[in-house]
């Protein structure tokens, strides 16, 4: 029996949306995406069908990390407007059907927050984890007070991200910045998470995406005390705002799931292969690419030399544990990773991983722009903080959305030297405007699969699912009445009827795919979803 009270049920049927507000619709022309932007390109969202929205941080910041260094969490950045446009915003989106998340960056703090600035010159303030030992000495991954306070403080990421003090989960005498979780410094802390998320909760938002979930108790193995921390705050939230929706980025559901999570991200990093299941299905390697992957190929590419495997054989690992505590959220991409259309991944090929990703039975969220195929843009500059690594740059998939053919593709009136990021510079770029105009298109093929998907609970995050093949083409039933196939590799591919009753299957939709009495085919790039109730 789980602690927790059942996940809200708006939840199960949620198409999420993530929304980078820089780059989403610029409303005052002065180059940055802001909250009465978004509010404007509602329609779009309420056209294509989803019904979930999440922001990445809108909280003040100096963005060396592009707001997740948080200066102020009561407090909105000027940039994305006033906290009463933000209302305005979520106001906008429920008369839509619509809700909206906001980003918690829950382990760490920008510098510039006045925690901080108040901690680099008290030596008796815990908020932070400091050690009082010389430079010479300082430990591992810790850096220099900017302040008066003699020794260093230990960041989660950047230098500039100085890490809250949630404690550790082993202590030792030696080394007396390893506070106890229930010292006083993470007892505030604790305290200060559910003032926050009390605060945007009471205006209205429907939950939160947490940032770096898994880092706030410090050598915590097993991520004991961390779910500990974790299922405490989920009970208070049961009580407080049983409406409201926690999701992790921890990258392993079965570990935050069962710590209170409602659902948590397969990511590029995390679980026990560190992020290889979501990478293999989507990861080509000419995008965002950290030096100490492992991985050959991905399925979801042209050559067909992967299977599915690896990531099913995870899906049905975490599904065993995850079971009815929560969802697995998928992801097309995010503003940290790149996206489905990236290096040689052709245009043809996105309507099979749109037919897989919006029918198999997790919480499917959409990076904005990927419905319509829009493309990681390689070779940028760093931007606040965008660069991770010699081939790790994020600020590929944090380009403005495109919305029409117009100058900055719709997205701003400003200069174009003036613009958050480049536009894509190909002519032939996608946009919304000439995809709506045309009913073959992706957004067409997308906006007809959440239709699909949000009409029958077969095709949904709570029905199971039965995988007959995981080469190619992929193969798999839904409900005992929803047959899959995706092919997508550029040959053809055919396997055998894997049961008599599957031959007469109604297509629903699909391009390239037969399925009847002598098999199942599908052309290269092929994909459908038949019917067996004819």
């Known amino acids: 029996m789980s602690p927790f009270r059942p996940a809200p049920s708006w939840l199960a049927d949620a198409v999420l949306y993530q929304i980078y507000p820089q780059s989403f619709a610029d409303s005052n022309g002065d180059g ?5 932007g978004i509010t404007e390109r509602l329609d779009h969202l309420a056209w294509l069908g989803v019904n979930t929205i999440w922001l990445n ?8 990390d592009a707001g997740y260094d948080v200066s102020d969490y009561l407090s909105v950045a000027p940039r994305y407007g006033t906290e009463e446009q933000l209302g305005e915003l979520v106001e906008a989106a429920a008369r839509r059907s619509i ?4 980003d918690l960056v829950a382990g760490h703090t920008s510098d510039q927050h006045p925690w901080f600035q108040a901690a680099v010159d008290d030596p008796d303030d815990h908020r932070y984890i400091w050690t009082a030992l010389a430079d010479e000495r300082l430990p591992k991954g810790f850096v220099t007070s900017p302040g008066s306070r003699p020794g260093g403080y230990l960041p989660n990421f950047f230098d500039s991200q100085p890490a809250l003090n949630f404690g550790y989960a082993r202590t030792d005498p030696d080394e007396p910045w390893r506070q106890p979780v229930d010292a006083a410094g993470p007892r505030a802390n604790r305290a200060a998470l559910r003032e926050v998320m009390d605060h945007w909760l009471g205006l209205g938002l429907a939950g939160f995406r947490v940032d770096m979930a898994h880092s706030l108790v410090k050598d915590d193995q097993g991520m004991v005390e961390t779910s500990k921390l974790w299922a405490e705050l989920r009970g208070w939230l049961d009580e407080a705002h049983p409406s409201a929706a926690l999701l992790a980025e921890w990258g392993d559901p079965s570990v935050s799931v069962p710590a209170g999570f409602h659902s948590d991200f397969f990511l590029q990093f995390g679980g026990p292969s560190d992020g290889l299941p979501l990478r293999s299905l989507w990861n080509n390697g000419q995008g965002t690419v950290a030096e100490h992957w492992t991985q050959e190929h991905c399925y979801f590419a042209a050559e067909g030399s992967a299977s599915a ?9 975490v599904g065993a544990v995850v079971a009815d505590l929560g969802y697995v959220t998928l992801p097309t ?5 790149s996206r489905l259309s990236c290096g040689d991944r052709t245009a043809e090929q996105l309507p099979a991983a749109f037919a897989f990703h919006l029918t198999w039975p997790s919480l499917p969220a959409i990076y904005y722009g990927d419905e319509i195929g829009m493309r990681y843009i390689p070779d940028l500059p760093d931007h606040e903080g965008s660069r991770l690594g010699p081939r790790y740059n994020r600020a590929g998939s944090r380009t403005p959305m495109q919305w029409d053919g117009s100058p900055n593709a719709g997205f701003s009136s400003a200069p174009a030297d003036q613009l958050y990021l480049p536009i894509d510079p190909d002519p032939e770029r996608p946009n919304v405007a000439a995809q709506r105009a045309d009913e073959r298109s992706l957004l067409h093929l997308v906006r007809r699969l959440i239709a699909l998907r949000r009409s029958h609970a077969e095709l949904g995050a709570h029905c199971g699912v039965e995988v007959f093949h995981t080469g190619y083409p992929l193969v798999y039933l839904r409900g005992e009445r929803f047959l899959v196939v995706v092919n997508p590799r550029r040959e053809r591919a055919d396997h055998p009827l894997p049961r008599p009753d599957l031959a007469t299957a109604r297509e629903l939709l699909g391009e390239g795919v037969t399925v009847g009495p002598d098999g199942i085919s599908a052309a290269g790039f092929g994909y459908g979803v038949f019917d067996l109730r004819g």
């Open 57 to 64: 941080p809108c909280f003040a910041s100096p963005f060396n």
């Open 309 to 317: 495997g690896t990531f099913v054989s995870a899906w049905e690992s």
């Open 32 to 36: 940055i995406g802001d909250f009465a």
């Open 99 to 102: 809700r909206v998340m906001l």
């Open 333 to 337: 991409a995010n503003h940290d990773f």
